[in-house]
């Protein structure tokens, strides 16, 4: 399993939820424990970028030139958010919520401001 992630598999809406309000330890976060990935014998690597597949290889050749064979191929990108074109946004007070890093990086931002101001929507 290739992520680009820093962290294993986690419930994303999760992250917006208890989470974020400081009602749930980070190690609720994963989806599962490293154990059950030795067990399952699934080969989970974070922090690694598929650079492109060559299907008549079948194999996903990673940014960093590793190559990962397949005999079948799931592709799960996720989604991105919609980052909005406004002056401003690229300030270092301003943050997207994705991923578990966002997550962390909201609440450490948040133990020194007074006021926030939240724009978007989930399910």
Not at 2 to 24: H, M, V
Not at 64 to 87: H, N, Q
Not at 93 to 102: C, G, K, P
Request: net charge neutral; proline share 7%.
């Amino acid at each position: 399993m290739l992520s680009s992630d820093n962290d294993a598999p986690y419930d994303r809406p999760n992250l917006s939820k208890d989470y974020l309000a400081g009602t749930a330890p980070e190690a609720w976060i994963p989806l599962r424990g490293p154990k059950f990935y030795a067990r399952n014998k699934i080969d989970l690597q974070l922090r690694t970028t598929c650079e492109r597949i060559d299907v008549d290889a079948r194999a996903v050749i990673a940014d960093d030139g590793r190559v990962f064979p397949f005999d079948r191929l799931l592709l799960a990108t996720g989604a991105e958010p919609v980052r909005l074109p406004i002056a401003g946004a690229d300030r270092d007070h301003v943050f997207t919520l994705r991923s578990l890093a966002d997550s962390r990086a909201v609440i450490e931002h948040a133990k020194s401001s007074k006021t926030a101001v939240l724009l978007g929507a989930g399910f």
